[in-house]
């Protein structure tokens, strides 16, 4: 009885790459749009969909923080913080 491969597998050695690529400094950023929007594994352009939508997530926060005038207290609480350490 042969075995089919299920298309959503991804193996450990696609994930060891995919990390490699997604940490390269302009490559990854486009290798991520890439792999959510194309290809026939729904498993590997969720993950890459969920990465996207949590960028999109922190986006929102920051632009929130500093929108609000949040950035320069958050600066001097963390400046504080390194002056107590000392």
């Known amino acids: 009885m042969a075995k089919e491969k299920d ?3 991804v ?6 790459f995919a990390m490699f690529v997604v940490a390269l ?3 990854g950023f486009f290798m ?4 959510a929007l194309v290809g026939d594994n729904e498993s590997r352009k969720n993950y890459f969909r969920a990465l996207i939508a ?3 997530i922190f986006a929102v ?3 929130g ?5 949040f950035l ?3 600066q001097k609480q963390i400046q504080n913080w390194l002056h107590q350490v000392k």
């Open 65 to 69: 923080i500093m929108a609000f005038g």
């Open 7 to 9: 298309k959503n597998y």
């Open 11 to 16: 193996s450990v050695w696609f994930w060891m």
């Open 32 to 35: 991520v749009i890439i792999w």
């Open 61 to 63: 926060l920051g632009a």
């Open 54 to 56: 949590w960028c999109l």
């Open 72 to 74: 320069p207290e958050i």
């Open 25 to 27: 400094p302009c490559i």
